[in-house]
């Protein structure tokens, strides 16, 4: 099954108390999918604040957007945790609502060996026959699936990519070294041009958001071998991707992306305790990022 080039992880939008607006939510899906060129949904990743949804808000989730995806998009359910019983529960509940995949996040804070995390990704992957997409983000959970670990994955058949926030020389041995068939994502959008010159198939983005259409145009060009204009359409865009990541305080994402869309007019509302909403010097710099 092919995901596409760029996959957006959805925020999920909030009403004024914090609760899940489904108007917002087929709103958003809409736009990323029509205005934004996404080819897939992330739902219930990071950016989506997966730790602060409980289990029946993700799975609703999960149910409503497939739905309302109507097939023009692939919608990638994020069911990973850092307890393997509790991930294969989420996952087996997920596959009945018909999502198209999962993204499966390193355990964190536990800090498992690379034998565990193989174990707890091959027990995962042998409970669904959903495609399984790893999710390597160091600087979140604490541990790295190392290039070693991904490749022995990238063998199960139902374990067909990754996203992968490590650093290039990890995305270049994964990306020569896996499966035959096996994927990686870019996980870092100022990395995306850099990721598919040394083999990345595409890139799980925040920032498409935003400016999702023109990283499409980005992506297209590169792959049409127009480097040169590739390049300059990344440089361009690199004050956005840099700037939705390194507000003036490092305010952790979605924050940042919820004030952006909201000033656009896509209305996501704010984020759940205990991440807060930007500050008044916050909004100016990340809006002055589109000026």
Same mark, same amino acid.
């Given at each position: ?13 909030? /009403? ?38 409980? /289990? ?10 497939? *739905?309302?995806?109507?097939?023009? @998009? ?8 850092? /307890? ?10 997920? #596959? *009945? ?17 690379? #034998? ?15 495609? @399984? ?30 996203? $992968?926030? +490590? ?21 870092? $959008? ?23 259409? /023109? ?5 297209? @060009? ?13 440089? *361009?865009?690199?004050?956005?991707? *840099?700037?939705?990541? +390194? @507000? ?44």
């Amino acid at each position: 099954m092919d995901f596409g080039r760029l996959i957006t992880a959805m925020v999920t939008p909030f /009403d004024a108390n914090l609760q899940i607006d489904w108007d917002q939510v087929a709103k958003l899906m809409d736009y990323l999918i029509e205005e934004q060129e996404s080819d897939s949904l992330v739902i219930n990743g990071t950016t989506g604040e997966s730790p602060t949804l409980t /289990d029946e808000e993700k799975l609703q989730l999960f149910q409503f957007t497939v *739905k309302h995806a109507k097939g023009r @998009c692939k919608i990638i359910a994020g069911t990973g945790s850092n /307890d393997t019983a509790h991930s294969i529960h989420l996952s087996k509940e997920a #596959e *009945k609502l018909g999502v198209d995949a999962l993204l499966l996040v390193a355990p964190y804070y536990n800090r498992p060996s690379q #034998e565990g995390l193989f174990q707890h990704f091959k027990a995962i992957a042998e409970a669904v026959s959903l495609p @399984c997409i790893l999710y390597n983000v160091p600087s979140r959970t604490g541990v790295n699936i190392n290039v070693d670990t991904t490749i022995r994955l990238s063998h199960i058949p139902n374990i067909v990519a990754t996203k $992968d926030c +490590a650093d290039l020389d990890q995305i270049t041995q994964i990306a020569h070294g896996a499966a035959p068939g096996f994927v990686v994502y870019s996980g870092e $959008d100022n990395m995306t041009l850099p990721a598919l010159s040394v083999g990345a198939y595409g890139i799980i983005s925040v920032a498409s958001h935003v400016i999702g259409k /023109d990283m499409k145009n980005m992506i297209n @060009c590169y792959l049409q071998g127009d480097v040169r204009e590739a390049s300059q359409i990344h440089a *361009k865009l690199h004050p956005i991707f *840099k700037g939705l990541f +390194a @507000c003036p305080h490092r305010v952790p994402n979605p924050a940042p992306v919820k004030f952006a869309l909201n000033r656009k007019g896509i209305e996501v509302g704010g984020v759940r305790l205990p991440l807060i909403n930007v500050t008044e010097e916050e909004g100016r710099f990340i809006a002055s990022l589109f000026e």
